[in-house]
């Protein structure tokens, strides 16, 4: 009986070495790494630091991979020449989505820009996005939005002057408040709420937070492992819900009072303002009643302002973290903006092109640090070929760009902190080898918005105030675990007014 047994187990040992091993050489699939992790499908990975992981497989087997996470394919991609042939060759065939839960956030019916597969629909809404909501020729409209905000973020910092300051909540409620500005066309505070029931009520910032945690620091497991969701195990769905319930009630709130006031100033009973986003979309809407009808009003402001809030909020804590832990690249970006701008203004948009080593600060800390490691995944919707390999239908694409960005064979010490190195570096992603905001049919729409944000506010406290780490120890690096890079302990920094901006903080 005991013989039995141990035949029975060879047994269905060797039929799974044949059908994981075998057949993909038969089908010449890209390999798939022989160990125990295989069995169980590397999910345990989600709860480390993946894109590091991930990186040391295909460090060991290769850049073009395919492992098993539960029961889906997923193809892994881990150099810029294989992201090169992947994006090049094969853009339109992993222009889809996996149809994951977070897909279902911002909108019904996968109406959210970042998640809707491939069709109609997501043509529509990304023809939206990059030309109507945020076309790079008409951010300058939104210049005087974006310098008032930051210097009403100044003038905060210096009442907090010689004080301890925790940076990431006054880069998140800065984002926040300027993205509804531009929404709406009027300020308002990021502490903004919709009031759900008597006892309950939601802000933007607690939104826009509780949304992107949600969906990077917990994977849904039973896209995975569709036996979970037959057990009942539904929570992250449900609270996912009842987070979408509150996005779409404040964006409502938004949307139907300026509604009201374009039927105002219809009525000629309203002051003449500038038309702004939701204006715009509502006076499309008009004309175009389905392809404008609230739902994707809302699905589409939601998922702009919950993905392009916490992302650019995390570069500027990265870059600040990396510039206390190397005071002499701090004193040298200084001293670049106090001898272009001076000091008796504050730094404006238009001097951010004439600020060489600023940029080169916020794309190195975008090299060393992309919000999004492993980008959004996509999926092939038919069979292709990468690298030589066949690629099946329905295979889910991980393109590890921490590992492309910090390869060493592409850069000279990956590990170090030099912005000097793009000094003469041309192009933005110059052969696949910096892509923080991905590239092709589903890169970020609003990758020039996000760059322009970080960059003036970054070089306006950086212009304005003096920095310095609390206490002699080192700003801690240590990433968060989930699916997103972040900082696993909040940055805490000395803010000192400079001496030469008093004048002027004093003004706002």
């Known amino acids: 009986m005991e013989y ?59 850049p073009i991979l395919l492992l098993r996470f539960g029961f889906r394919r997923v193809l892994l991609i881990s150099s810029s020449s294989a992201a090169e042939d992947l994006f090049t060759k094969n853009d339109a065939v992993f222009a889809h989505r996996p149809k994951l839960l977070a897909g279902k956030q911002f909108g019904h019916n996968y109406t959210n820009l970042a998640w809707a597969p491939r069709g109609a629909l997501w043509r529509h809404l990304r023809r939206v996005s990059c030309l109507e909501i945020l076309p790079f020729h008409r951010l300058t409209d939104h210049h005087d939005s974006l310098a008032d905000e930051v210097k009403l973020l100044l003038g905060r910092l210096f009442h907090s002057d010689n004080e301890i300051v925790e940076l990431k909540p006054v880069f998140l409620e800065l984002v926040v408040d300027v993205m509804i500005r531009m929404f709406t066309g ?65 964006m409502d709130n938004l949307i139907g009072e300026l509604r009201t006031k374009m039927l105002e100033f219809s009525d000629g009973s309203g002051d003449q303002r500038e038309e702004k986003v939701i204006e715009f979309l509502l006076a499309r809407q008009k004309d175009d009643p389905k392809g404008y009808h609230d739902e994707i009003i809302r699905g589409l402001l939601l998922v702009l302002m919950a993905s392009g809030t916490d992302t650019s909020a995390g570069i500027m804590e990265w870059a600040f973290s990396l510039l206390l832990n190397h005071p002499e690249v701090l004193q040298k970006a200084q001293n670049e903006i106090k001898n272009y701008v001076g000091s008796d203004r504050f730094l404006e948009q238009s001097d951010i092109d004439h600020l060489p080593y600023l940029n080169c600060i916020v794309k190195e800390t975008m090299r060393m640090y992309p919000v999004a490691p492993l980008l959004v995944p996509h999926e092939s919707s038919k069979e292709c070929t990468i690298g030589g390999y066949n690629i099946p239908k329905g295979t889910m694409l991980m393109v590890n760009v921490w590992a492309i960005q910090n390869d060493p064979n592409i850069w000279i010490e990956p590990a170090k902190f030099k912005p000097e190195r793009f000094e003469k570096v041309v192009g933005e992603r110059d052969g696949f080898k910096l892509m923080p905001f991905g590239y092709g049919r589903r890169s970020c729409p609003g990758k020039h918005m996000a760059m322009r944000v970080i960059s003036l506010a970054l070089g306006s406290l950086i212009h304005c105030f003096d920095w310095e780490r609390v206490g002699e120890k080192m700003v801690d690096l240590t990433e968060e675990t989930g699916l997103a890079l972040l900082k696993a302990q909040p940055l805490m920094a000395v803010c000192r007014s400079c001496s030469a901006m008093k004048d002027l903080l004093s003004e706002i």
């Open 186 to 250: 009027k300020r308002f505070s990021s502490k903004l709420t919709a009031r759900m029931n008597a006892m309950e009520s939601i802000s933007f910032l607690d939104y826009v937070t509780s949304s992107f945690r949600m969906t990077t620091a917990e994977p849904d497991l039973g896209y995975f492992m569709p036996i979970l969701k037959l057990l009942g195990l539904r929570g992250l769905e449900h609270r996912m819900k009842e987070l979408q319930q509150k996005g779409d009630l404040l």
């Open 4 to 62: 039995g047994h141990l035949y029975l187990l060879l047994l269905i040992l060797a039929c799974f070495i044949f059908n994981r091993y075998l057949i993909p050489n038969l089908r010449n699939l890209p390999p798939t790494p022989l160990s125990a992790m295989t069995v169980i499908g590397y999910l345990f990975f989600f709860k480390q630091p993946i894109h590091r992981t991930l990186s040391q497989i295909a460090t060991r087997h290769g």
